[in-house]
C-alpha cells in the first residue's frame, strides 16, 4: 500500500460520508413528503422551494438543541450507543458497487462483510437502552435486540441463496457475473446484468424485503419504539445530538436496505439493455460509469419510497407476533429457497425453475396464512339486527304509513318527543 | 387520583424469584387517549394486574349544575363528553322535558336527531383515526380528520359552533336551520359514506390488524351486564340492547335501522360494529331527511324552565353507551340534584378484567376499543 | 316521599335561591311532576308488595319509574332477589346516587336504578341512611358495576359501604379534606390554603 492509495481510501471514505450525508439527508425529505402527500396533507413546504431545505433546518436544530443526560444514566454506554448504531451503518456502503468494478473498495468477501457489519447495529440499541436507565429504554432496547437478532437470520440465508447463484462472495460478482471451473467445463454464471435476481428468485425477494424491514425497525415492526407504548424504546431518554446521530442512523441503514435491495435483486447499476444503445454509440466510460451510478441511485431511491408508502399504510405487529412470524414463517421459507436453489444448482436444471416453484408457494403460504387467521371470515362474526324483521327491541310500527308529522295513533301513548 | 395503598411498586416478587416490573402509563401518554393514568404490574410483557387512576379532569360538573339554571346546564353537558355534544345535550334537555312533560314539536325532534347522528358519525370517525394510530397505522387518522371537519362545519353552519353546540334547548331548538340544511346533508351523507369505505378497506381486513386485535379483551355477555357495560362495548359481546331501540327515545321509533351484534367479544368486534354502525347512522338520517317538513322548533314554554317537583331519568345512547342523567327537581330553576350517568366511567371499570392475561401492548388496543372521553369519565 | 318540597317551599333553601321569605303566611304550593306509569311499569308495581312484602317496603311512582322505598340493612336481600328471580331479572345496574337531604331530613338518601333486559321493566329501589351513621351494605356483590359508583359517592358524600373492595378515594386528590358532594360545602367560599 503506497502512499497514493493511502490517500486514495481516505478520499474515498471521505467523499463517501459526504456524499451519503447529502443522500441520507434528502431520505428525511422523501419521507416526510410521501407521508404527508399519502395523508392528503403538504409536507414540508416552507423551508426552501417544496421545503428542500427542511432537513438542514433539522439537522440545524437538533444540533443546537441542549443535550440532556439523565442522571442515573451510564455516561459511557450513553454516549456510545449512537456511535455502535451510526457507524456500522456508514460502513456497509464501503462495498457497494456503484459501477463497473466502482466501489469505495472492492471486496472480494462483499456479502460476507456486509453480514458481519450489520450485526453490530444490534449491540449499540441494547446499550441504549440499558444506560437510558428508565424502564420504557429498557423494555424497547429489550424488544429491539430480540427483533434484530431473529431478523438477521432470513436475510443472511437469503444472501448466502445469492451467493450460491453466483458463486461468489462479491457485490461486483453479483451484478456483473462470474465466470468459474467446474471439473473441466468453464461455467458462466450470469449476474444481475443479464436478468435481475428478482424473476428468479422471488421469495428471496419478498423475505430479504420483509427481514430488511424488520432489521431497520420500521413499520410494521417498529414495535420497540412505538410512540403509543413504549413512546420512543431505546432512544426515549436521548435529545439534541445524540438523537440526531440515532435519528442518522436509521436512515442511513433504511438507505443501505433499499440500495441493498437493488443490488441484490433488481440489477444494482446495470441497466437493462446497456446505455450505449439507449443514449448512442460513442459514450466514454465515465459517462457509462455516471449513468450507471444515476440509475442505481434513482432505483434506490423507489424502493426507499415503497419503504415509506409501507409505513403510512400498515399499523404494527405485537413482539411476539413479530418474533413468530420470523422463527415460524420467514426462518423456513427461507432455507426452502437455500434448498431450492441448491438443488437446481446441483442438477443443472434452467434457471426458470426457481420462480415455477417459488411463486405457487408464496401465493399458497399467503391465502393459507389469510384463512388459517381468519381475516377473510371476520366480518361474519358481526350480525346486524333489525327492529323491522323483530329481532331487536320493541315491535315496530308501521313505518310505511309514517307522516312528517310522526307516527300517528299507533303506539298508545309514547308517539313521539320527550323520553 | 390515588397514591395510596392501591398503587403499587416494583417490590412486588413472585413465585419463581423474578420481580415484577410497574410500568406507569402516566396521565401524559399518547396512547391514553386524555388524562388518565394506567398502572400496569406486568411480569416481562405480560399484565397481571392494572390499576386505573381516574380524577384528572374532574371539574365538579355535578354539584355545579346545582348552582346554575336549566338553560345554563345545557352548556355545561356539552363539555361533558366533549366528541359527541349534541347527545348530551339531548338527554339533558330529555329529562327536563320529561320533567315538565313537555314535547318538542316533531320538526325539532327530527333536527335534534339528525344532528345526534351526524355526532355519532363524527365520534366514530375519531375513534377509527386514534385507535388505528395507536396500533402504528398513522394515515386513516388524517382520513377520519379530513371528513370529521365537514361534518364539524356543517354544526358550524346550524349552531355556530363546531364543537361545544349549546343549540338545544328545553322544549326544542334554539333556533331553526338554514334552508340549504337538507341538501347539504345529503351532500354530506354520501361523502361520509366514502369516508366509511375507505377506513373499511384500509384496516378491517387488514392482516396486521386483524392479528392485533382478535381475541384481545374478551369479556362474555354476562360479566358485561353484570359489570353494567353499554354500547358498542357491551353489542360486541352479544347482548342487544340499545336504547334507541329498546326505549325509543326522539323520534328513532320511526326509524327502520339496524344494530349490529357482535359474537366474539373482542376488539375487533368492537370496532367492526362501531363501522357498521356508522353507516346505519347514515341511514337514520336519510330516511330523517325525507320527513323533515316546515313547522315550529320551540314548544310554547316559559323561557326559563321551571319543572315542578319530581324526579327523572332519562337517557340515550351515545355513540359510547348509555349515557343517562338523573335529576331530582324542588320545584326551582335549579336542579337539586342532578347526576350523570357517564358510559365511559362504567365501560373503564372492566379495564382491568380484559386486561389481565394479556401483553402491554394490549391493553393500549383494549383502551381504545372502550373509546373512553376522559371529560365523561371524570365530570 | 319521592322528593321533598311538598311543606316547606319557600323557606327551605333550595338551591341557592336568593329570594326572602315571603310575608304571606301560606306558602305557595310546588307542583309535582305527573305520575305516568307504563303497562309493565304499573304490573311491577303491583307485584312489588306481594313478592317483597315481608321486606318492609314502600312502592311508589316517580312519572315513568316504579320506585321501591327499603330500609337500609334489608337492601341487599332486595337487591339479590331482584336480580336472581327470572321473573324480575334486574340484572343491569345503570346507576347509584346519592341526594343529601341532609338539611331537610338529616339524611342521605341512595337511589339505585335498576333495568331488566329480559323483562324490558325498569324500577328504582331508594334507601335512606342518617347523616350521623352514613353507612349502608355494599351492592358490589350483586352487581360488580356498583363499584366505581360506590367509590365515587364515597369519596364526593362520605358514605360509607361496607364490603367494598376498595374505597380508596377516585375522583379527588389523596389530600382532599371535605366532602364537597354534599349540599354543606360551599361552592366558591371556602379557603385552600
Given at each position: ?16 460520508f459526504?456524499?451519503?450525508s447529502?443522500?441520507v ?33 433539522d439537522a440545524i436544530k437538533l444540533t443546537t438543541k441542549e443535550d440532556i443526560i439523565p442522571a442515573y444514566a451510564d455516561k459511557l454506554l450513553f454516549w456510545m450507543a449512537p456511535v455502535f448504531v451510526a457507524i456500522p451503518a456508514f460502513m ?25 457489519i450489520s450485526g453490530i447495529g444490534v449491540v449499540g440499541l441494547l446499550m441504549g437502552g440499558w444506560a437510558s436507565s428508565s424502564r420504557y429504554s429498557m423494555l424497547g432496547g429489550l424488544r429491539a435486540a430480540a427483533q434484530l437478532v ?67 425497525g420500521?413499520?410494521?415492526?417498529d414495535?420497540h419504539h412505538a410512540e403509543?407504548e413504549v413512546v420512543g424504546g431505546p432512544f426515549v431518554e436521548y435529545s439534541g445530538a445524540h438523537w440526531a446521530v440515532f435519528f442518522l442512523a436509521e436512515y442511513l441503514n ?166 | ?8 411498586t416494583d417490590q ?7 420481580v415484577?416490573m410497574m410500568v406507569n402509563?402516566g396521565?401524559q ?351 | ?193
Amino acid at each position: 500500500m503506497s502512499f497514493t492509495d493511502i490517500l486514495l481510501a481516505f478520499a474515498g471514505i471521505l467523499g463517501m460520508f459526504i456524499a451519503l450525508s447529502v443522500g441520507v439527508l434528502s431520505l428525511t425529505w422523501l419521507e416526510r413528503k410521501t407521508l404527508a402527500r399519502i395523508q392528503q396533507r403538504a409536507g414540508p413546504s416552507v423551508v426552501g422551494p417544496h421545503g428542500l431545505l427542511q432537513p438542514v433546518a433539522d439537522a440545524i436544530k437538533l444540533t443546537t438543541k441542549e443535550d440532556i443526560i439523565p442522571a442515573y444514566a451510564d455516561k459511557l454506554l450513553f454516549w456510545m450507543a449512537p456511535v455502535f448504531v451510526a457507524i456500522p451503518a456508514f460502513m456497509i456502503w464501503l462495498a457497494i458497487p456503484f459501477g463497473d468494478g466502482i466501489a469505495v473498495r472492492v471486496l472480494d468477501l462483499g456479502l460476507l462483510y456486509l453480514v458481519a457489519i450489520s450485526g453490530i447495529g444490534v449491540v449499540g440499541l441494547l446499550m441504549g437502552g440499558w444506560a437510558s436507565s428508565s424502564r420504557y429504554s429498557m423494555l424497547g432496547g429489550l424488544r429491539a435486540a430480540a427483533q434484530l437478532v431473529s431478523y438477521e437470520i432470513p436475510i443472511v440465508i437469503v444472501i448466502l441463496s445469492i451467493a450460491a447463484l453466483v458463486q461468489s462472495l462479491s457485490l461486483d460478482a453479483v451484478i456483473s457475473g462470474n465466470t468459474i471451473t467446474v471439473g473441466d467445463s468453464i461455467r458462466d454464471l450470469p449476474g444481475q446484468g443479464t436478468i435481475p435476481f428478482a424473476f428468479i428468485m422471488p421469495m428471496g425477494l419478498v423475505i430479504f424485503v420483509i427481514a430488511g424491514l424488520a432489521e431497520l425497525g420500521r413499520t410494521p415492526f417498529d414495535i420497540h419504539h412505538a410512540e403509543s407504548e413504549v413512546v420512543g424504546g431505546p432512544f426515549v431518554e436521548y435529545s439534541g445530538a445524540h438523537w440526531a446521530v440515532f435519528f442518522l442512523a436509521e436512515y442511513l441503514n433504511t438507505f443501505v436496505i433499499s440500495a441493498l435491495i437493488v443490488v441484490l435483486f433488481f440489477g444494482g447499476w446495470s441497466w437493462p439493455s446497456p446505455p450505449e444503445s439507449l443514449f448512442g454509440n460513442d459514450l466514454s466510460n465515465t459517462t457509462t460509469n455516471v449513468l450507471g451510478g444515476v440509475w442505481f441511485m434513482l432505483k434506490t431511491y423507489f424502493v426507499a419510497t415503497l419503504i415509506f408508502w409501507v409505513r403510512a399504510t400498515y399499523p404494527r405487529l405485537r413482539i411476539d407476533q413479530l418474533m413468530s412470524f420470523a422463527w415460524k414463517a420467514l426462518i423456513p421459507l427461507s432455507f426452502g429457497n437455500l434448498v431450492l436453489v441448491a438443488v437446481v444448482l446441483f442438477y443443472d436444471w434452467p434457471l426458470w425453475v426457481m420462480p415455477a416453484v417459488s411463486v405457487p408457494v408464496l401465493i399458497f403460504v399467503a391465502t393459507f396464512v389469510q384463512r388459517t387467521r381468519g381475516a377473510r371470515g371476520r366480518p361474519q362474526t358481526v350480525r346486524i339486527l333489525r327492529r323491522s324483521a323483530g329481532e331487536i327491541g320493541l315491535p315496530v310500527p308501521d313505518l310505511a304509513n309514517r307522516t312528517p308529522a310522526g307516527v300517528i295513533n299507533q303506539v298508545s301513548g309514547e308517539g313521539q318527543a320527550g323520553d | 387520583m390515588t397514591d395510596s395503598a392501591s398503587t403499587f411498586t416494583d417490590q412486588t416478587s413472585s413465585d419463581d424469584g423474578t420481580v415484577d416490573m410497574m410500568v406507569n402509563m402516566g396521565p401524559q401518554h399518547p396512547a391514553t387517549h386524555g388524562v388518565f393514568r394506567m398502572q400496569l404490574r406486568v411480569d416481562g410483557e405480560m399484565v397481571k394486574d392494572l390499576i386505573p387512576h381516574i380524577g384528572y379532569l374532574h371539574r365538579g360538573s355535578e354539584k355545579l349544575c346545582e348552582y346554575e339554571l336549566y338553560s345554563q346546564i345545557i352548556t355545561l353537558f356539552d363539555r361533558l363528553d366533549y366528541i359527541s355534544n349534541f347527545n348530551n345535550e339531548l338527554v339533558i334537555v330529555s329529562a327536563v322535558e320529561k320533567l315538565m312533560d313537555v314535547e318538542a314539536p316533531p320538526r325539532a325532534e327530527l333536527i335534534r336527531m339528525i344532528l345526534c347522528e351526524l355526532n355519532r358519525i363524527a365520534s366514530h370517525m375519531l375513534f377509527y383515526g386514534t385507535f388505528a394510530i395507536d396500533m402504528g397505522a398513522i394515515t386513516p387518522v388524517l382520513y377520519n380528520f379530513r371528513d370529521r371537519e365537514k361534518i364539524q362545519s356543517l354544526f358550524e353552519s346550524v349552531s355556530g359552533a363546531r364543537m361545544m353546540h349549546n343549540y338545544f334547548r328545553v322544549g326544542g331548538l334554539k333556533q331553526d336551520v338554514n334552508d340549504d340544511f337538507s341538501s347539504r346533508v345529503l351532500t354530506l351523507c354520501d361523502e361520509l359514506e366514502k369516508g366509511i369505505d375507505e377506513t373499511d378497506r384500509l384496516l378491517t381486513s387488514n392482516e396486521i390488524f386483524v392479528e392485533r386485535t382478535s381475541g384481545i379483551g374478551v369479556i362474555s355477555g354476562e360479566d358485561a351486564l353484570d359489570w353494567g357495560l353499554s354500547g358498542p362495548v357491551l353489542r360486541a359481546s352479544g347482548v342487544p340492547y340499545d336504547v334507541r331501540v329498546d326505549e325509543p327515545y326522539s323520534r328513532y321509533d320511526e326509524m327502520d335501522f339496524g344494530v349490529p351484534v357482535g359474537s366474539a367479544g373482542d376488539s375487533w368486534n368492537r370496532f367492526y360494529l362501531r363501522i357498521l354502525e356508522a353507516r346505519e347512522s347514515i341511514s337514520i338520517i336519510r330516511q330523517s331527511i325525507a320527513l323533515l317538513e316546515p313547522g315550529d322548533t320551540m314548544a310554547q314554554i316559559r323561557r326559563i324552565a321551571r319543572p315542578p317537583a319530581g324526579e327523572a331519568y332519562a337517557h340515550c345512547e351515545n355513540p359510547r353507551g348509555d349515557l343517562g342523567v338523573y335529576i331530582v327537581s324542588d320545584g326551582g330553576e335549579r336542579p337539586y340534584r342532578l347526576k350523570v350517568r357517564p358510559p365511559s366511567f362504567c365501560n373503564l371499570q372492566a379495564l382491568k378484567d380484559l386486561t389481565v392475561g394479556h401483553y402491554i401492548a394490549d391493553a393500549v388496543v383494549i383502551l381504545g376499543t372502550l373509546d373512553i372521553v376522559l371529560g365523561e369519565v371524570d365530570r | 316521599m319521592t322528593t321533598e318540597g311538598s311543606s316547606s317551599g319557600a323557606t327551605e333553601s333550595d338551591g341557592k335561591a336568593k329570594k326572602p321569605a315571603p310575608q304571606k303566611r301560606r306558602e305557595p304550593e310546588v307542583a309535582r311532576a305527573a305520575v305516568a306509569l307504563p303497562p309493565e311499569g304499573v304490573a311491577l308495581a303491583e307485584r312489588l308488595p306481594g313478592a317483597f312484602g315481608s321486606h318492609g317496603i314502600e312502592v311508589d311512582a316517580a312519572i315513568d319509574e316504579v320506585v321501591c322505598i327499603v330500609p337500609a340493612d334489608r337492601l341487599i336481600d332486595l337487591c339479590r332477589q331482584l336480580k336472581d328471580d327470572p321473573s324480575f331479572g334486574f340484572t343491569y345496574l345503570r346507576l347509584l346516587t346519592v341526594v343529601d337531604y341532609v338539611e331537610q331530613d338529616g339524611e342521605f338518601e341512595l337511589v339505585y336504578h335498576l333495568f331488566s333486559l329480559a323483562n324490558h321493566h325498569k324500577m328504582m329501589v331508594k334507601t335512606r341512611i342518617p347523616e350521623r351513621r352514613a353507612s349502608v351494605p355494599s351492592v358490589t356483590g350483586v352487581w360488580r358495576g356498583a363499584n366505581w359508583y360506590e367509590r365515587e359517592m364515597h369519596d364526593l358524600f362520605g358514605v360509607d359501604f361496607e364490603g367494598h373492595p376498595d374505597l380508596s378515594p377516585l375522583m379527588l386528590p389523596d389530600d382532599f379534606e371535605g366532602f364537597p358532594g354534599r349540599k354543606s360545602y360551599p361552592l366558591n367560599d371556602y379557603e385552600e390554603w
